[in-house]
């Protein structure tokens, strides 16, 4: 594996609220091909590392039902911990569209290699309020707006330096 890590984009098939005053959104996704019996359970030094990366104004984030984060909205002053930094990687393939290559400062890292799941449920909690537009084409489903922010899982290769 390359020392960039690889991006698997989670930014379309969300579930949108059902409720506008509590505006959270639900993706569910699949373990990443590769890891082969990585996950719960799993030897943490062994193979490569999952994490996950939350860009934009998420209060929470919860996985298979375990709380990842809470955060203030970025409307309230804050610093991102030193370990969030990140170089984005140069490969372009599963990344964000060029317009949003570069990593905003506002992103929330969590190395989940322990909770990834054959089938997981990610949900998160967005700051932004209000009423959702999009097309619920695809069974109710939609792309996670621009606004709640961008969503992606990153493939590390074990012993990479500067992601986890």
Same mark, same amino acid.
């Given at each position: 594996?390359?020392?960039?890590? $690889? &991006?698997? @984009?989670?930014?379309?098939?969300?579930?949108?609220?059902?409720?506008?005053?509590?505006?959270?959104?639900?993706?569910?996704?699949?373990?990443?091909?590769?890891?082969?019996?990585?996950? &719960?359970?799993?030897?943490?030094?062994?193979?490569?590392?999952?994490?996950?990366?939350?860009?934009?104004?998420?209060?929470?984030?919860?996985?298979?039902?375990?709380?990842?984060?809470?955060? /203030?909205?970025?409307?309230?002053?804050?610093?991102?911990?030193? @370990?969030?930094?990140?170089?984005?990687?140069? @490969?372009?393939?599963?990344?964000? /569209?060029? #317009?949003?290559? $570069?990593?905003?400062?506002?992103?929330?890292? $969590?190395?989940?290699?322990?909770?990834?799941?054959?089938?997981?449920?990610?949900?998160?909690? @967005?700051?932004?309020?209000?009423?959702?537009?999009?097309?619920?084409? &695809? $069974?109710?489903?939609?792309?996670?707006?621009?606004?709640?922010?961008?969503?992606?899982?990153?493939?590390?290769?074990?012993?990479?330096?500067? #992601?986890?």
């Amino acid at each position: 594996m390359a020392d960039n890590p $690889h &991006r698997i @984009s989670l930014s379309a098939a969300w579930e949108p609220p059902l409720d506008p005053a509590r505006p959270v959104w639900v993706r569910r996704f699949g373990r990443p091909a590769g890891l082969g019996d990585q996950g &719960r359970g799993a030897h943490p030094a062994a193979g490569p590392r999952v994490v996950l990366v939350v860009a934009g104004d998420a209060v929470a984030v919860v996985l298979n039902g375990i709380p990842l984060a809470v955060e /203030p909205p970025a409307s309230q002053e804050h610093e991102p911990p030193a @370990s969030q930094e990140h170089e984005p990687p140069a @490969s372009q393939e599963h990344e964000p /569209p060029a #317009s949003q290559e $570069h990593e905003p400062p506002a992103c929330q890292r $969590h190395d989940i290699t322990q909770l990834i799941a054959a089938r997981n449920e990610l949900r998160l909690t @967005s700051a932004v309020v209000g009423r959702v537009v999009g097309n619920p084409a &695809r $069974h109710g489903r939609i792309d996670l707006p621009e606004a709640v922010g961008r969503v992606w899982l990153e493939i590390v290769a074990d012993g990479a330096t500067g #992601s986890a």
